[in-house]
């Protein structure tokens, strides 16, 4: 085990690398047309305008499309999610955001800019990005100034010219941030954005709040690679998903910092962090890098559950297969916010869960790292399939404690079945949540029950091998609810349709295979 504070550099530092269906009709609003050419000054601008990437990830500007193909068109200002119609967006496809963030102090504003490097997927007279709250100070589209337009929650930017359908652009995106936005959710979510500590932040972009951080494709189902460049004061450090590139003091003293996340990431698992941090290096399975992040005073109260990671991968790899990314770890949360959150690569676990009993600290690792499988790697395709990446989280957090001093799983289980209606009548169905009830418990350990009911039907044996098969074929994609029944009929080698409909979708709870003795309590009103 390695222990560094802040892998701070005297010179450049190099980490090794290792090996929803209602169309949504609206008028826009009258908001402030943004007249880009030549204006856009604000304080920070000179700090802000050396620190947007220049010319690396753009093409030259589109010409107008050919006449022979259809005319240009607005994207649509969302994918169509039944539960979130305005999360992401249509006409488009990214292919690498570039972001930048000249941190100053906790809950003050700072320069920030994106580069999101996309490819047109129609002939696009104008596009949305999700990008709530910040202060807008100037768009370009392939570097020639760009009209753009608030919509609520939606930045509809409108280029120069049309862009051809096929043709890759490079939409840059200068504002001013604001490390206050937080927005409230009545379920286990709670607040989420900027999450400030005593000397910094963390980000919880779940499930829509990446939007508050950068200008964004928002859906769990829309992943790109993010590079990240993190300007810091002396003395503070800087992480984020992924491999840490270099970093670099500059002649005022101030750190850059420079991450990749190696792989496509969802914008609601994005993580960064800015605080007086310890970087915890060991190594796991396979020689899989480790990196926990911890705020220098929790270093030694959070060591013994921290290093029980090793053992919670192999545990879920003997399970699942191996780990699906580069690297893992643990960023201890110094807030008072009680939620962790699977951030890819980098999984954020609140101080009070380090610090309290084994068991409940347990149950939230083995919770999160469960994600980077289900939820991470093999994204959920709509939100209604959210039962999918948090059911399975709950059943394997619920499996590992019950065989590590925990209640058992059967026993989790059976409590769970006579609330079931219970939750199906204030919460929805599994697979039929609706957007305020989202992250409620049916989506837990009521999806874990679906899960608990499959495996009872055909043996742990086949339920084992529609597992790996599930992370294995759709590892890196995206995947509903659909596509676990089917592949959950193929391995099982019978149609189980029948079986798993009622499960998720019906209006009660079908009896329990193998326990004809348990019953559902009655529904209250």
């Known amino acids: 085990m390695e222990i560094t504070k802040g892998s701070l550099p005297g010179s450049a530092h190099q980490e090794p690398r290792q090996g929803r269906p209602r169309p949504v009709l609206r008028s826009r609003r009258a908001a402030l ?18 620190m947007l990437p220049q010319g690396t990830d753009g093409s030259p500007a589109p010409g107008p499309a050919a006449s022979s193909g259809p005319a240009p068109a607005p994207g649509a200002p969302g994918i169509g999610d039944p539960l979130m119609p305005l999360a992401g967006n249509g006409g488009y496809t990214v292919r690498r955001y570039t972001l930048d963030f000249d941190w100053r102090a906790p809950r003050t504003p700072f320069a920030a800019g994106a580069a999101i490097r996309a490819t047109a997927t129609q002939s696009l007279s104008r596009f949305d990005l999700d990008f709530a709250g910040n202060t807008l100070r100037k768009v370009t589209v392939d570097g020639a100034p760009a009209a753009a337009v608030r919509d609520g929650d939606e930045l509809v930017v409108t280029p120069a010219k049309p862009i051809p359908r096929g043709s890759t652009f490079t939409v840059r995106v200068a504002y001013t941030a604001d490390p206050t936005q937080r927005r409230h959710r009545d379920d286990a979510i709670q607040d989420y954005g900027w999450v400030p500590t005593s000397d910094g932040t963390v980000v919880c972009a779940q499930p829509d709040g990446a939007k508050m951080i950068f200008p964004a494709n928002d859906h769990p189902s829309l992943r790109a690679p993010v590079t990240f ?50 970087f915890v290096h060991s190594t796991g399975p396979r020689g899989l890098p480790l990196r926990d992040v911890v705020p220098d005073g929790l270093v030694g109260d959070t060591e013994t559950y921290r290093s029980l990671t090793t053992e919670h991968l192999a545990w879920l ?12 770890g643990v960023l201890v949360g110094d807030t008072d916010l009680p939620v962790a959150l699977e951030t890819q690569s980098l999984s954020v676990v609140p101080k009070d869960d380090l610090l309290g009993e084994r068991v409940d600290a347990e149950r939230n690792l083995v919770h999160e790292l469960t994600h980077h499988w289900m939820g991470d790697s093999v994204a959920i395709r709509r939100w209604s399939d959210l039962w999918l990446s948090e059911g399975h989280a709950r059943f394997y957090e619920r499996l590992y404690s019950g065989e590590h001093g925990g209640a058992g799983l059967e026993d989790a289980m059976r409590a769970a079945y006579e609330q079931h209606d219970q939750w199906r009548r204030d919460e929805g169905a599994p697979a039929a949540p609706t957007e305020p009830t989202l992250f409620k418990v049916m989506r837990y350990d009521g999806s874990a029950l679906v899960l608990f009911a499959l495996r009872e ?9 529609i597992e790996r098969s599930w992370v294995t074929k759709y590892r890196g994609r995206a995947a509903g609810t659909r596509e676990f029944i089917a592949l ?35 529904v209250e009103d």
């Open 457 to 465: 039907k055909v043996g742990a044996e086949t339920f084992d091998r």
């Open 229 to 278: 460049r993190i300007s810091t004061p002396p003395g503070l450090d800087a992480v984020a998903n992924g491999r840490l590139v270099e970093s670099v003091r500059r002649p005022d003293g101030r750190v850059r910092w420079t991450y990749d996340s190696e792989q496509p990431i969802a914008p609601q698992l994005v993580q960064m962090a800015i605080g007086k941090f310890t």
């Open 488 to 522: 959950a009929s193929q391995v099982a080698g019978e149609d189980l349709n029948t079986f798993l409909n009622p499960w998720l979708y019906g209006p009660h709870t079908p009896p329990m295979p193998g326990h004809p003795d348990w019953q559902v309590d009655p």
């Open 33 to 50: 047309v943004l007249a880009l050419a030549g204006t856009g000054a604000f304080t920070g601008a000179a700090v802000l305008a050396g």
């Open 317 to 328: 790899e003997r399970r699942l297969g191996p780990y699906p990314f580069r690297r893992y």
